[in-house]
Protein backbone atom coordinates (compact mmCIF):
# COMPACT_ATOMS: atom_id res chain seq x y z
CA UNK A 1 0.00 0.00 0.00
CA UNK A 2 2.82 2.66 0.95
CA UNK A 3 4.35 1.89 -2.90
CA UNK A 4 1.42 3.40 -3.95
CA UNK A 5 1.62 6.55 -2.86
CA UNK A 6 4.35 8.34 -4.55
CA UNK A 7 2.24 7.58 -7.73
CA UNK A 8 -0.54 8.76 -6.02
CA UNK A 9 1.18 12.12 -5.52
CA UNK A 10 2.40 12.40 -9.03
CA UNK A 11 -0.86 11.93 -9.97
CA UNK A 12 -2.57 14.73 -7.66
CA UNK A 13 0.46 16.90 -8.64
CA UNK A 14 -0.38 16.27 -12.55
CA UNK A 15 -4.02 17.52 -11.68
CA UNK A 16 -3.50 20.61 -9.70
CA UNK A 17 -1.16 21.43 -12.60
CA UNK A 18 -3.94 20.93 -15.56
CA UNK A 19 -6.75 22.75 -13.09
CA UNK A 20 -3.88 25.62 -12.64
CA UNK A 21 -3.57 26.11 -16.31
CA UNK A 22 -7.42 25.65 -16.74
CA UNK A 23 -7.93 28.56 -14.31
CA UNK A 24 -5.21 30.39 -16.15
CA UNK A 25 -6.83 30.13 -19.41
CA UNK A 26 -10.25 31.12 -17.97
CA UNK A 27 -8.72 34.06 -16.52
CA UNK A 28 -7.33 35.21 -19.46
CA UNK A 29 -10.40 34.70 -21.45
CA UNK A 30 -12.47 37.43 -18.66
CA UNK A 31 -9.33 39.97 -19.16
CA UNK A 32 -9.85 39.38 -22.97
CA UNK A 33 -13.68 39.57 -22.67
CA UNK A 34 -13.47 42.70 -20.49
CA UNK A 35 -10.84 44.38 -22.47
CA UNK A 36 -12.74 44.12 -25.88
CA UNK A 37 -15.56 45.78 -24.97
CA UNK A 38 -16.70 48.16 -21.76
CA UNK A 39 -19.68 50.37 -21.83
CA UNK A 40 -18.77 53.78 -20.37
CA UNK A 41 -21.52 56.24 -18.43
CA UNK A 42 -19.58 59.52 -19.62
CA UNK A 43 -22.44 61.13 -16.87
CA UNK A 44 -21.48 59.01 -14.27
CA UNK A 45 -17.65 58.81 -14.92
CA UNK A 46 -17.94 54.69 -14.68
CA UNK A 47 -16.91 51.71 -16.61
CA UNK A 48 -18.59 48.38 -16.36
CA UNK A 49 -18.58 45.27 -18.92
CA UNK A 50 -21.18 44.37 -21.84
CA UNK A 51 -23.03 41.97 -20.14
CA UNK A 52 -25.77 40.02 -22.53
CA UNK A 53 -27.18 38.79 -19.71
CA UNK A 54 -28.58 42.64 -18.46
CA UNK A 55 -29.32 43.38 -21.79
CA UNK A 56 -31.65 40.54 -22.31
CA UNK A 57 -33.48 40.95 -19.05
CA UNK A 58 -33.64 44.92 -20.31
CA UNK A 59 -35.30 43.98 -23.36
CA UNK A 60 -37.83 41.53 -21.60
CA UNK A 61 -39.03 44.65 -19.65
CA UNK A 62 -39.53 46.63 -23.02
CA UNK A 63 -41.93 43.53 -23.99
CA UNK A 64 -40.13 40.93 -25.79
CA UNK A 65 -40.04 37.80 -25.23
CA UNK A 66 -36.99 35.43 -23.98
CA UNK A 67 -35.91 33.80 -27.16
CA UNK A 68 -36.29 37.57 -29.16
CA UNK A 69 -34.44 39.48 -26.59
CA UNK A 70 -31.40 36.93 -25.97
CA UNK A 71 -31.42 36.70 -30.57
CA UNK A 72 -31.06 40.57 -30.09
CA UNK A 73 -28.53 41.08 -27.33
CA UNK A 74 -26.23 38.20 -29.08
CA UNK A 75 -26.97 40.62 -32.45
CA UNK A 76 -25.94 43.62 -30.66
CA UNK A 77 -22.80 41.72 -29.40
CA UNK A 78 -21.85 40.62 -32.75
CA UNK A 79 -22.27 43.72 -34.22
CA UNK A 80 -20.03 46.02 -31.92
CA UNK A 81 -17.16 43.13 -33.03
CA UNK A 82 -14.03 43.90 -31.11
CA UNK A 83 -14.56 47.48 -30.06
CA UNK A 84 -12.69 48.20 -27.05
CA UNK A 85 -15.57 50.56 -25.84
CA UNK A 86 -18.85 51.80 -26.24
CA UNK A 87 -21.13 54.81 -24.92
CA UNK A 88 -24.21 53.67 -22.90
CA UNK A 89 -25.78 56.58 -25.78
CA UNK A 90 -24.52 54.78 -28.30
CA UNK A 91 -25.27 51.43 -26.97
CA UNK A 92 -28.75 52.63 -26.89
CA UNK A 93 -29.17 54.09 -29.80
CA UNK A 94 -28.30 51.15 -31.97
CA UNK A 95 -30.48 48.75 -29.54
CA UNK A 96 -33.22 51.34 -30.24
CA UNK A 97 -32.78 50.95 -34.30
CA UNK A 98 -32.91 47.21 -34.21
CA UNK A 99 -36.61 47.22 -31.95
CA UNK A 100 -37.84 49.73 -34.34
CA UNK A 101 -39.78 46.75 -36.53
CA UNK A 102 -41.37 45.25 -33.03
CA UNK A 103 -42.97 48.61 -33.39
CA UNK A 104 -43.05 52.17 -30.80
CA UNK A 105 -44.57 50.72 -27.88
CA UNK A 106 -41.90 48.40 -27.08
CA UNK A 107 -39.55 51.34 -28.39
CA UNK A 108 -41.14 53.99 -26.13
CA UNK A 109 -40.60 51.06 -22.82
CA UNK A 110 -37.11 50.07 -23.97
CA UNK A 111 -36.12 54.11 -23.87
CA UNK A 112 -38.38 55.00 -20.96
CA UNK A 113 -37.49 54.72 -17.23
CA UNK A 114 -35.63 51.24 -17.02
CA UNK A 115 -37.12 48.75 -14.52
CA UNK A 116 -34.75 47.77 -12.26
CA UNK A 117 -35.35 44.76 -10.39
CA UNK A 118 -37.60 45.67 -7.51
CA UNK A 119 -37.26 49.67 -7.63
CA UNK A 120 -40.10 49.84 -5.23
CA UNK A 121 -40.84 49.46 -1.55
CA UNK A 122 -43.66 49.38 0.29
CA UNK A 123 -44.55 50.85 3.80
CA UNK A 124 -46.59 49.19 5.91
CA UNK A 125 -49.16 50.54 8.57
CA UNK A 126 -46.71 50.59 11.79
CA UNK A 127 -44.17 52.35 9.60
CA UNK A 128 -41.91 49.56 8.30
CA UNK A 129 -40.62 49.43 4.77
CA UNK A 130 -39.84 46.14 2.72
CA UNK A 131 -38.75 46.22 -0.91
CA UNK A 132 -42.05 45.39 -2.86
CA UNK A 133 -40.86 41.42 -3.85
CA UNK A 134 -43.16 40.58 -7.34
CA UNK A 135 -43.07 37.33 -6.37
CA UNK A 136 -44.29 37.25 -3.29
CA UNK A 137 -47.29 40.34 -4.87
CA UNK A 138 -47.91 36.82 -7.05
CA UNK A 139 -48.21 34.61 -4.50
CA UNK A 140 -50.95 36.72 -2.74
CA UNK A 141 -53.07 36.97 -5.67
CA UNK A 142 -52.63 33.11 -5.85
CA UNK A 143 -54.29 32.97 -2.58
CA UNK A 144 -56.94 35.19 -3.42
CA UNK A 145 -57.81 31.96 -5.71
CA UNK A 146 -56.54 33.67 -9.67
CA UNK A 147 -54.51 31.30 -11.70
CA UNK A 148 -51.25 31.78 -11.96
CA UNK A 149 -51.33 32.89 -15.59
CA UNK A 150 -53.87 35.94 -13.95
CA UNK A 151 -51.28 36.45 -10.96
CA UNK A 152 -48.72 37.04 -13.09
CA UNK A 153 -50.20 39.44 -15.81
CA UNK A 154 -51.91 41.38 -12.62
CA UNK A 155 -48.26 41.82 -10.83
CA UNK A 156 -46.96 43.13 -14.33
CA UNK A 157 -49.71 45.81 -15.07
CA UNK A 158 -49.53 46.80 -10.95
CA UNK A 159 -45.65 47.50 -11.28
CA UNK A 160 -45.32 48.89 -14.41
CA UNK A 161 -48.12 51.12 -13.38
CA UNK A 162 -46.26 52.24 -10.02
CA UNK A 163 -42.86 52.59 -11.84
CA UNK A 164 -44.76 54.97 -14.67
CA UNK A 165 -45.73 56.91 -12.06
CA UNK A 166 -42.74 57.38 -10.33
CA UNK A 167 -44.39 55.62 -7.00
CA UNK A 168 -41.11 53.86 -5.75
CA UNK A 169 -42.82 53.81 -2.05
CA UNK A 170 -46.14 53.08 -1.35
CA UNK A 171 -48.41 52.32 1.39
CA UNK A 172 -49.61 49.03 1.84
CA UNK A 173 -52.93 49.91 1.47
CA UNK A 174 -52.22 52.10 -1.21
CA UNK A 175 -50.68 48.93 -3.09
CA UNK A 176 -54.14 46.81 -2.21
CA UNK A 177 -56.07 49.28 -3.52
CA UNK A 178 -54.08 49.75 -6.86
CA UNK A 179 -53.74 45.84 -7.32
CA UNK A 180 -58.00 45.51 -6.79
CA UNK A 181 -58.58 48.13 -9.03
CA UNK A 182 -56.35 46.42 -11.74
CA UNK A 183 -58.26 43.33 -10.69
CA UNK A 184 -61.72 44.35 -11.57
CA UNK A 185 -60.60 45.89 -14.41
CA UNK A 186 -58.61 43.54 -16.49
CA UNK A 187 -60.54 39.84 -14.64
CA UNK A 188 -64.12 41.41 -13.64
CA UNK A 189 -65.77 41.77 -10.13
CA UNK A 190 -66.13 38.31 -8.93
CA UNK A 191 -62.10 38.26 -8.79
CA UNK A 192 -62.27 41.85 -7.28
CA UNK A 193 -64.57 40.48 -4.39
CA UNK A 194 -62.71 37.03 -3.95
CA UNK A 195 -58.89 39.05 -3.20
CA UNK A 196 -61.52 41.24 -0.67
CA UNK A 197 -62.13 38.12 0.68
CA UNK A 198 -58.90 37.02 1.16
CA UNK A 199 -57.47 40.82 2.28
CA UNK A 200 -59.91 40.52 4.90
CA UNK A 201 -59.27 37.28 6.30
CA UNK A 202 -56.02 37.69 6.29
CA UNK A 203 -56.06 41.26 8.62
CA UNK A 204 -58.27 38.61 10.92
CA UNK A 205 -56.57 36.34 13.72
CA UNK A 206 -58.76 33.83 13.01
CA UNK A 207 -56.99 30.60 11.97
CA UNK A 208 -57.91 28.56 9.02
CA UNK A 209 -58.06 25.08 9.38
CA UNK A 210 -57.91 23.18 5.91
CA UNK A 211 -58.71 19.01 6.14
CA UNK A 212 -58.09 17.31 2.90
CA UNK A 213 -59.27 14.09 2.73
CA UNK A 214 -59.54 10.92 -0.26
CA UNK A 215 -58.03 7.77 -0.30
CA UNK A 216 -54.80 5.95 -1.22
CA UNK A 217 -53.20 7.54 -4.84
CA UNK A 218 -56.00 10.83 -4.47
CA UNK A 219 -53.23 13.25 -4.24
CA UNK A 220 -53.66 14.40 -0.71
CA UNK A 221 -50.42 15.00 -0.31
CA UNK A 222 -49.29 16.48 -3.32
CA UNK A 223 -52.59 19.00 -3.22
CA UNK A 224 -51.74 19.93 0.64
CA UNK A 225 -48.58 21.27 0.05
CA UNK A 226 -49.37 23.51 -2.91
CA UNK A 227 -52.04 24.94 -1.01
CA UNK A 228 -50.03 24.96 2.10
CA UNK A 229 -47.78 27.04 -0.46
CA UNK A 230 -50.50 29.30 -1.68
CA UNK A 231 -51.87 30.40 1.22
CA UNK A 232 -48.82 30.79 3.22
CA UNK A 233 -49.58 28.01 5.79
CA UNK A 234 -46.27 26.64 7.26
CA UNK A 235 -47.93 23.62 9.00
CA UNK A 236 -49.29 21.06 7.96
CA UNK A 237 -50.01 17.21 9.33
CA UNK A 238 -50.43 13.99 7.94
CA UNK A 239 -53.51 11.43 9.51
CA UNK A 240 -50.89 8.51 8.61
CA UNK A 241 -47.88 10.04 11.12
CA UNK A 242 -50.21 10.68 13.68
CA UNK A 243 -51.35 7.06 13.31
CA UNK A 244 -47.61 6.18 13.44
CA UNK A 245 -46.99 7.97 16.11
CA UNK A 246 -50.22 6.35 17.72
CA UNK A 247 -48.89 2.75 17.04
CA UNK A 248 -45.39 3.57 19.21
CA UNK A 249 -47.45 4.29 21.77
CA UNK A 250 -50.57 1.99 22.23
CA UNK A 251 -49.70 -1.70 22.45
CA UNK A 252 -50.88 -4.12 18.93
CA UNK A 253 -53.28 -6.01 21.67
CA UNK A 254 -54.57 -3.01 23.12
CA UNK A 255 -55.87 -1.67 19.77
CA UNK A 256 -54.94 -4.19 16.76
CA UNK A 257 -57.15 -2.36 14.36
CA UNK A 258 -54.90 0.36 14.46
CA UNK A 259 -52.14 -1.68 12.94
CA UNK A 260 -53.88 -2.37 9.72
CA UNK A 261 -54.64 0.09 7.19
CA UNK A 262 -57.45 1.50 6.70
CA UNK A 263 -58.82 -0.29 3.48
CA UNK A 264 -58.45 -3.53 5.80
CA UNK A 265 -58.65 -2.59 9.10
CA UNK A 266 -61.94 -4.72 9.19
CA UNK A 267 -59.10 -7.57 9.75
CA UNK A 268 -59.12 -6.33 13.04
CA UNK A 269 -62.75 -6.61 13.98
CA UNK A 270 -64.29 -9.38 16.34
CA UNK A 271 -65.57 -12.39 14.45
CA UNK A 272 -63.79 -11.59 11.17
CA UNK A 273 -61.04 -14.21 11.21
CA UNK A 274 -62.36 -16.52 8.84
CA UNK A 275 -63.58 -13.78 6.08
CA UNK A 276 -61.79 -13.50 2.85
CA UNK A 277 -63.20 -10.21 1.89
CA UNK A 278 -65.67 -7.63 3.74
CA UNK A 279 -68.76 -6.66 2.72
CA UNK A 280 -69.13 -2.86 2.34
CA UNK A 281 -70.75 -2.90 5.71
CA UNK A 282 -67.80 -4.07 7.46
CA UNK A 283 -65.25 -2.58 5.47
CA UNK A 284 -66.79 0.46 6.45
CA UNK A 285 -67.05 -0.45 9.56
CA UNK A 286 -63.17 -1.01 9.83
CA UNK A 287 -62.31 1.99 8.74
CA UNK A 288 -64.23 4.35 10.85
CA UNK A 289 -63.06 2.73 13.87
CA UNK A 290 -59.82 3.34 12.82
CA UNK A 291 -60.58 6.93 11.45
CA UNK A 292 -62.29 7.04 15.38
CA UNK A 293 -59.08 6.28 17.18
CA UNK A 294 -57.01 8.43 15.05
CA UNK A 295 -59.38 11.64 15.61
CA UNK A 296 -58.38 11.91 19.08
CA UNK A 297 -54.35 12.77 18.06
CA UNK A 298 -55.45 14.59 14.82
CA UNK A 299 -58.32 16.66 17.38
CA UNK A 300 -55.24 17.27 19.73
CA UNK A 301 -53.26 18.61 16.77
CA UNK A 302 -56.01 21.18 15.67
CA UNK A 303 -56.94 22.02 19.78
CA UNK A 304 -53.11 22.93 19.92
CA UNK A 305 -53.12 25.23 16.37
CA UNK A 306 -56.60 26.88 17.20
CA UNK A 307 -54.68 27.81 20.81
CA UNK A 308 -51.84 29.42 19.25
CA UNK A 309 -53.83 30.99 16.79
CA UNK A 310 -52.30 29.32 13.56
CA UNK A 311 -53.47 28.16 10.60
CA UNK A 312 -53.21 24.16 9.69
CA UNK A 313 -53.60 21.66 7.14
CA UNK A 314 -54.48 17.94 8.15
CA UNK A 315 -54.62 15.62 4.98
CA UNK A 316 -55.54 11.84 5.09
CA UNK A 317 -57.68 9.54 4.78
CA UNK A 318 -58.85 9.44 8.52
CA UNK A 319 -59.97 12.86 7.69
CA UNK A 320 -64.19 11.81 7.96
CA UNK A 321 -67.03 14.66 8.52
CA UNK A 322 -68.02 12.67 11.91
CA UNK A 323 -64.88 14.39 13.85
CA UNK A 324 -64.59 17.78 11.44
CA UNK A 325 -68.27 18.64 13.26
CA UNK A 326 -67.18 18.41 16.40
CA UNK A 327 -63.72 20.75 15.35
CA UNK A 328 -66.49 23.33 13.98
CA UNK A 329 -68.10 23.39 16.87
CA UNK A 330 -65.15 23.56 19.02
CA UNK A 331 -63.14 26.18 17.91
CA UNK A 332 -63.80 29.87 16.37
CA UNK A 333 -61.14 28.71 13.67
CA UNK A 334 -62.29 28.75 10.08
CA UNK A 335 -63.00 25.08 9.23
CA UNK A 336 -62.29 23.98 5.04
CA UNK A 337 -62.90 20.14 4.64
CA UNK A 338 -62.20 19.13 1.10
CA UNK A 339 -62.58 15.36 -0.06
CA UNK A 340 -60.41 14.66 -3.13
CA UNK A 341 -61.24 11.74 -6.03
CA UNK A 342 -59.96 9.77 -8.69
CA UNK A 343 -63.25 8.64 -10.49
CA UNK A 344 -61.55 6.32 -13.03
CA UNK A 345 -60.04 2.73 -12.32
CA UNK A 346 -57.35 3.25 -14.73
CA UNK A 347 -55.90 6.41 -13.50
CA UNK A 348 -55.95 5.68 -9.85
CA UNK A 349 -53.93 2.45 -10.41
CA UNK A 350 -51.49 4.35 -12.40
CA UNK A 351 -51.01 7.10 -9.29
CA UNK A 352 -50.68 4.07 -7.41
CA UNK A 353 -48.25 2.75 -9.46
CA UNK A 354 -45.73 6.14 -9.84
CA UNK A 355 -46.55 6.24 -6.37
CA UNK A 356 -44.32 3.46 -5.39
CA UNK A 357 -42.12 4.74 -7.95
CA UNK A 358 -41.45 8.34 -6.63
CA UNK A 359 -41.33 6.58 -2.78
CA UNK A 360 -40.55 3.02 -2.71
CA UNK A 361 -41.14 2.89 0.71
CA UNK A 362 -45.10 3.15 0.10
CA UNK A 363 -45.39 -0.07 -1.25
CA UNK A 364 -47.19 0.15 -4.25
CA UNK A 365 -47.88 -3.47 -4.75
CA UNK A 366 -49.68 -4.11 -1.51
CA UNK A 367 -51.82 -1.26 -2.85
CA UNK A 368 -52.60 -2.53 -6.07
CA UNK A 369 -53.27 -6.02 -4.60
CA UNK A 370 -55.77 -4.68 -2.30
CA UNK A 371 -57.18 -2.17 -5.44
CA UNK A 372 -60.67 -3.46 -5.12
CA UNK A 373 -60.72 -2.12 -1.77
CA UNK A 374 -59.52 1.17 -1.88
CA UNK A 375 -62.03 1.28 -4.80
CA UNK A 376 -64.31 0.34 -2.90
CA UNK A 377 -63.53 2.22 0.42
CA UNK A 378 -63.42 5.35 -1.79
CA UNK A 379 -67.18 5.22 -2.73
CA UNK A 380 -67.94 5.06 1.11
CA UNK A 381 -65.89 7.94 1.84
CA UNK A 382 -67.56 10.00 -1.69
CA UNK A 383 -71.16 9.22 -0.09
CA UNK A 384 -70.45 10.47 3.45
CA UNK A 385 -68.81 13.78 2.25
CA UNK A 386 -71.91 14.14 0.07
CA UNK A 387 -74.40 13.93 2.21
CA UNK A 388 -72.34 15.99 4.94
CA UNK A 389 -71.73 18.93 2.14
CA UNK A 390 -68.13 18.46 1.63
CA UNK A 391 -66.99 19.43 -1.69
CA UNK A 392 -65.91 16.55 -3.52
CA UNK A 393 -62.69 17.59 -6.40
CA UNK A 394 -61.69 15.16 -9.02
CA UNK A 395 -58.31 15.26 -9.10
CA UNK A 396 -57.50 15.07 -12.57
CA UNK A 397 -55.35 17.75 -13.19
CA UNK A 398 -53.17 19.25 -10.26
CA UNK A 399 -53.22 23.03 -11.18
CA UNK A 400 -57.06 22.94 -11.75
CA UNK A 401 -57.58 20.67 -8.46
CA UNK A 402 -55.45 23.54 -6.63
CA UNK A 403 -57.88 25.93 -8.42
CA UNK A 404 -61.00 24.45 -7.25
CA UNK A 405 -59.89 23.72 -4.00
CA UNK A 406 -58.48 27.57 -3.20
CA UNK A 407 -62.51 28.57 -4.93
CA UNK A 408 -64.04 26.36 -2.03
CA UNK A 409 -61.61 27.30 0.68
CA UNK A 410 -62.41 31.20 -0.12
CA UNK A 411 -66.14 30.28 -0.39
CA UNK A 412 -66.14 29.13 3.30
CA UNK A 413 -64.50 31.96 3.88
CA UNK A 414 -66.81 34.25 2.59
CA UNK A 415 -69.36 32.30 3.83
CA UNK A 416 -68.37 33.06 7.32
CA UNK A 417 -67.91 36.49 7.02
CA UNK A 418 -71.07 36.99 5.58
CA UNK A 419 -73.04 34.89 8.94
CA UNK A 420 -71.00 37.24 11.09
CA UNK A 421 -72.41 40.22 9.18
CA UNK A 422 -75.82 39.14 9.48
CA UNK A 423 -75.16 38.22 13.15
CA UNK A 424 -73.96 41.55 13.46
CA UNK A 425 -76.83 43.40 12.17
CA UNK A 426 -79.35 41.00 14.44
CA UNK A 427 -77.90 42.15 17.19
CA UNK A 428 -77.66 46.10 16.33
CA UNK A 429 -81.38 46.16 15.68
Known amino acids: MARRWPNAIIVLQRVAAGNFRVARASVARVREGMARLQVIDVKEDTRVPFLRGILTRSLQNAGLSFDESYELANTIRNELGHRAEVTNEELRDLVGSHLEPFGPQILDR ?38 PEQAASIVSIVFRQLVKRGELEIEADRLQEITRATIERELGAEEARLYDVWQRHQESDRPLLVFIAGTVG ?17 RTQSTDMLREVMRSLIPERVLPVLYQSTYNAWQALPATEELDSPSEALLAEGYLTQAEAVSAACEAVVQRASRERLSLIVEGVHVHPSWLTRIADESDATVAPLMLAVLSKKQLRKRIRGRGRQAPGRRAERYLENFDSIWQLQSFLLAEADQAGIPIIFNEEKESTVHQAMGSILKVISDRDREEEEEDARAAS
Open 110 to 147: YRGPQIRAEPVVIRSADGEVAPYSRGRHRLGLLSSGLW
Open 218 to 234: SGKSTIATELAHRLGIV
